[in-house]
């Protein structure tokens, strides 16, 4: 097995281009609680064969996602993470099961307008952040991922929704996406994804995402939680717009 430096189907200038991407984008996750994972999604898309970057982006946030759970440990609200762990399972037991090609613009409109509900609707019901009501969630969100890949904007709104404090938003937001990432090397690799060609560069950009992470955590502590809950709406918004046009474009051509 040879591992190679920079996969084949990039250049040298797009592979040290994406490595200054993954460092800004965790960077903004760290400092705003979201977006991040998403935008490096974008900008991996422009590149990456498709085949490669649902699995590929998955480790590069893995790695990222515990970078962050690390440096913010002490945050991490516990009870959230071991009420979500068990529905990471079910969750990704049964999409590794199906494995189907779902329509991914029905997915899009629908974490797209349930983010935007999470962001400015009425609060849910306190029984939805019981400890079933996050299992729920996580099994739905951790199926869902391993077919779109842009889960996390729901799970960071549902999470903030739980906490207020932005320490630990951004620490829990961060476990739980670690948990729903690591069965993606399992299940893919199980599929017959071939990861040690692109372990070198996933490696890589998990160690830019580790030093945005640190800097976007100190940039946290200039903020105040109410600053900190407006930017995540905003941000969490035009995401889900985001989103809702990629279902439309989707669903209309």
Same mark, same amino acid.
């Given at each position: 097995?040879? @591992?190679?430096?920079?996969?084949?189907?990039?250049? $040298?200038?797009?592979?040290?281009?994406?490595? @200054?991407?993954?460092?800004?984008?965790?960077?903004?996750?760290?400092?705003?609680?979201?977006?991040?994972?998403?935008? @490096?999604?974008?900008?991996?898309?422009?590149?990456?064969?498709?085949? =490669?970057?649902?699995?590929?982006?998955?480790?590069?946030?893995?790695?990222?996602?515990?970078?962050?759970?690390?440096?913010?440990? %002490?945050?991490?609200?516990?009870?959230?993470?071991?009420?979500?762990?068990?529905?990471?399972? +079910?969750?990704?037991?049964?999409?590794?099961? @199906?494995?189907?090609?779902? !329509?991914?613009?029905?997915?899009?409109?629908?974490?797209?307008?349930?983010?935007?509900?999470?962001?400015?609707? !009425?609060?849910? $019901?306190?029984?939805?952040?019981? $400890?079933?009501?996050?299992?729920?969630?996580?099994?739905?969100?951790?199926?869902?991922?391993?077919?779109?890949?842009?889960?996390?904007?729901?799970?960071? &709104?549902?999470?903030?929704?739980?906490?207020?404090? %932005?320490?630990?938003?951004?620490?829990?937001?961060?476990?739980?996406?670690?948990?729903?990432? =690591? $069965?993606?090397?399992?299940?893919?690799?199980? =599929?017959?994804? +071939?990861?040690?060609?692109?372990?070198?560069?996933?490696?890589?950009?998990?160690?830019?995402? *580790?030093?945005?992470?640190?800097?976007?955590?100190?940039?946290?502590?200039?903020?105040?939680?109410?600053?900190?809950?407006?930017?995540?709406?905003?941000?969490?918004?035009?995401?889900?717009?985001?989103?809702?046009?990629?279902?439309?474009?989707? &669903?209309? *051509?």
């Amino acid at each position: 097995m040879e @591992l190679t430096l920079i996969p084949e189907n990039l250049s $040298p200038y797009i592979a040290v281009f994406l490595l @200054l991407a993954s460092a800004i984008t965790s960077m903004i996750t760290a400092s705003l609680g979201a977006g991040g994972g998403v935008l @490096l999604l974008v900008l991996m898309a422009m590149w990456v064969p498709p085949a =490669a970057i649902i699995p590929v982006h998955g480790m590069i946030q893995l790695g990222s996602n515990a970078g962050r759970a690390v440096l913010a440990r %002490r945050h991490t609200n516990w009870k959230t993470i071991a009420a979500f762990a068990p529905g990471v399972l +079910v969750g990704a037991g049964l999409g590794a099961w @199906l494995l189907v090609d779902l !329509p991914a613009h029905l997915w899009q409109l629908t974490i797209a307008l349930f983010v935007l509900y999470l962001c400015w609707g !009425p609060s849910l $019901p306190k029984g939805a952040f019981g $400890p079933f009501g996050v299992f729920l969630a996580s099994a739905v969100t951790s199926f869902v991922s391993l077919f779109v890949g842009a889960t996390g904007p729901l799970v960071a &709104a549902f999470i903030k929704q739980m906490h207020t404090e %932005r320490f630990t938003t951004v620490a829990t937001f961060a476990t739980a996406m670690c948990l729903q990432h =690591a $069965p993606k090397a399992l299940v893919f690799g199980v =599929a017959g994804f +071939v990861f040690h060609e692109w372990v070198v560069f996933i490696l890589g950009m998990i160690a830019c995402g *580790f030093a945005g992470t640190w800097i976007g955590l100190h940039m946290l502590r200039t903020m105040s939680n109410r600053l900190f809950s407006q930017a995540f709406n905003i941000l969490l918004t035009v995401l889900a717009l985001r989103l809702l046009w990629q279902a439309a474009s989707a &669903a209309l *051509f």
